[in-house]
């Protein structure tokens, strides 16, 4: 499904580089070059490796940085309208709730309809925050229905991202219906405690996956100085055989290499501890600039950009964030939202059909 979904990016950014730039001069190419000097450092580094890890491990490690370049493309092409993702989003909803529907009566566990739920929630709830303005008078239903699916999959980090969303979207005091969006954002809470009970089962936090990876973590990095904490280990260094051998379980991740199994940060499934292992403090907050500059550069509402990176901090304690094509999608969208849509997805709800009931213009954010 990922090989897929590269294809489905692909399609979409041929189909934006076609349309003209709406910036008199997009700002990409000072940022492409730092990104392409960084990946450039860090596959040198990678080549001359004695004994380098597979070009499929390098990859996956850096495909959050490679992503960089790719946005840079959506930069100032503005090829996405909210009322057709709002379109999208409600046949997405529609038929992924009927299919994790589906799956749970027939007895089936953790319900997907791309790949794993943890990924897919992540583009689910963020391509839902961005069309809120546009799903209409039953706006509401369309949560509700986002809601029923995170608790369907009962994923934890998808309940912590949904919990995210609804205090985007509802958490305003001074709202008449504040009393009823703070017993729904109340009953949001109640469903992730359950799942976090239910998934932890009788072992408490000792048996919860992501803290046992942190420990082996903790582990690996134990003896780490300062430039290992800000640049990272040598691109790639495989964990120690003891870790290696306790997650074998694992074993679509594990790589075999002369012979012997290898293991890299990849089994380590959160990409917030991946990130720094592989790329140190430094590293990781370069990526974070980046992708803000991103955003800010295309005129992306600051709210908007606070709450895509607050789903994908929350996803990058799970999986792989902005590291795989789940997680990139929603950031590609905003980006590339027409001119005069990118302002906060909460801000212009109201403001745009107060606007449209006077027959005032539509309204743009302020620059």
């Given at each position: 499904?990922?090989?897929?979904?590269?294809?489905?990016?692909?399609?979409?950014?041929?189909?934006?580089?076609?349309?003209?730039?709406?910036?008199?001069?997009?700002?990409?190419?000072?940022?492409?070059?730092?990104?392409?000097?960084?990946?450039?450092?860090?596959?040198?580094?990678?080549?001359?490796?004695?004994?380098?890890?597979?070009?499929?491990?390098?990859?996956?490690?850096?495909?959050?940085?490679?992503?960089?370049?790719?946005?840079?493309?959506?930069?100032?092409?503005?090829?996405?309208?909210?009322?057709?993702?709002?379109?999208?989003?409600?046949?997405?909803?529609?038929?992924?709730?009927?299919?994790?529907?589906?799956?749970?009566?027939?007895?089936?566990?953790?319900?997907?309809?791309?790949?794993?739920?943890?990924?897919?929630?992540?583009?689910?709830?963020?391509?839902?925050?961005?069309?809120?303005?546009?799903?209409?008078?039953?706006?509401?239903?369309?949560?509700a229905a986002l809601s029923l699916i995170t608790i369907l999959s009962e994923s934890r980090s998808g309940v912590v991202e949904l919990?995210?969303?609804?205090?985007?979207?509802?958490?305003?005091p001074r709202s008449p219906r504040f009393p009823l969006y703070l017993g729904a954002l109340g009953c949001a809470l109640f469903a992730?405690?359950?799942?976090?009970?239910?998934?932890?089962?009788?072992?408490?936090?000792?048996?919860?996956?992501?803290?046992?990876?942190?420990?082996?973590?903790?582990?690996?990095?134990?003896?780490?100085?300062?430039?290992?904490?800000?640049?990272?280990?040598?691109?790639?260094?495989?964990?120690?055989?003891?870790?290696?051998?306790?997650?074998?379980?694992?074993?679509?991740?594990?790589?075999?290499?002369?012979?012997?199994?290898?293991?890299?940060?990849?089994?380590?499934?959160?990409?917030?501890?991946?990130?720094?292992?592989?790329?140190?403090?430094?590293?990781?907050?370069?990526?974070?600039?980046?992708?803000?500059?991103?955003?800010?550069?295309?005129?992306?509402?600051?709210?908007?950009?606070?709450?895509?990176?607050?789903?994908?901090?929350?996803?990058?304690?799970?999986?792989?964030?902005?590291?795989?094509?789940?997680?990139?999608?929603?950031?590609?969208?905003?980006?590339?939202?027409?001119?005069?849509?990118?302002?906060?997805?909460?801000?212009?709800?109201?403001?745009?059909?107060?606007?449209?009931?006077?027959?005032?213009?539509?309204?743009?954010?302020?620059?």
């Amino acid at each position: 499904m990922p090989l897929a979904m590269d294809g489905v990016l692909g399609a979409v950014l041929l189909a934006c580089l076609l349309s003209p730039s709406r910036l008199s001069r997009p700002p990409v190419a000072t940022f492409s070059l730092l990104t392409s000097t960084y990946l450039i450092l860090k596959t040198s580094l990678y080549a001359l490796e004695a004994d380098p890890a597979p070009a499929t491990e390098f990859i996956r490690a850096y495909k959050a940085y490679f992503f960089l370049l790719f946005l840079a493309f959506f930069v100032g092409r503005r090829c996405f309208s909210r009322e057709g993702l709002a379109r999208t989003v409600k046949i997405l909803l529609g038929l992924t709730l009927l299919k994790y529907i589906a799956v749970v009566a027939a007895g089936g566990d953790r319900p997907g309809i791309w790949t794993e739920n943890n990924f897919e929630l992540l583009t689910l709830i963020g391509l839902t925050y961005i069309a809120f303005p546009a799903l209409g008078q039953y706006s509401g239903a369309w949560v509700a229905a986002l809601s029923l699916i995170t608790i369907l999959s009962e994923s934890r980090s998808g309940v912590v991202e949904l919990a995210i969303l609804l205090v985007a979207l509802y958490l305003k005091p001074r709202s008449p219906r504040f009393p009823l969006y703070l017993g729904a954002l109340g009953c949001a809470l109640f469903a992730a405690t359950e799942i976090f009970a239910q998934r932890a089962g009788q072992g408490g936090l000792a048996s919860v996956d992501r803290f046992r990876f942190f420990q082996f973590f903790q582990r690996e990095t134990s003896h780490w100085g300062i430039q290992e904490w800000l640049f990272g280990a040598p691109p790639l260094t495989p964990l120690s055989d003891a870790s290696c051998k306790a997650l074998s379980s694992y074993d679509s991740l594990v790589s075999l290499q002369g012979g012997d199994e290898v293991c890299y940060s990849v089994i380590l499934h959160m990409y917030s501890l991946r990130a720094i292992f592989d790329q140190g403090l430094l590293g990781t907050a370069f990526l974070a600039v980046m992708l803000w500059y991103l955003a800010a550069t295309s005129c992306v509402a600051r709210k908007d950009r606070l709450v895509i990176f607050a789903l994908a901090l929350a996803n990058s304690f799970s999986v792989s964030s902005v590291n795989s094509e789940f997680g990139v999608l929603p950031l590609m969208v905003l980006i590339a939202l027409q001119v005069g849509e990118s302002g906060s997805a909460v801000g212009r709800s109201r403001g745009v059909a107060a606007s449209r009931m006077m027959g005032g213009p539509r309204l743009s954010r302020p620059h």
